[in-house]
């Protein structure tokens, strides 16, 4: 087993590791929309937290040898299932291959946010 760090992602905000790789996988923690830059949540809105995430996955990824085009599997929180079109509108920008997917509303994210997601992929 392999721990993943990268000062391109945020660091972790608790007792965890950005990503773990075992074998041919890739196991991501979930993925708040984060700045890596000033370790906040810099946008209100959905769209741009979806972004914000999955940005901050593709780097974590990266710094494991793979990449968003190797990911099976994303388990996605929602703030608020009422986002879930525009969560998708986002989404899809960056998944076109559609991995196998899990997206669920949630009672409360950490530091408030309004989206988390993690992911499983496969080593480049």
Partial sequence: MKTIHTEQ?????????????????????GQIPIDPATGRIETAS??????????????ILQAAGSDLTHVVKTTCYLKH??????FNAVYETYFPGKPARSCVEVAALPKGALVEIEAVAELC
């Fill in 46 to 59: 959905v769209e741009a937290q979806v972004r914000q995430a999955i940005e901050n996955l593709s780097a």
């Fill in 9 to 29: 992602a945020p660091a972790a905000i608790g007792p965890y590791s950005q990503a773990i790789v075992t074998g041919s996988l890739v196991f991501t923690s």
């Fill in 81 to 86: 299932i009422s986002d879930f079109a525009a």
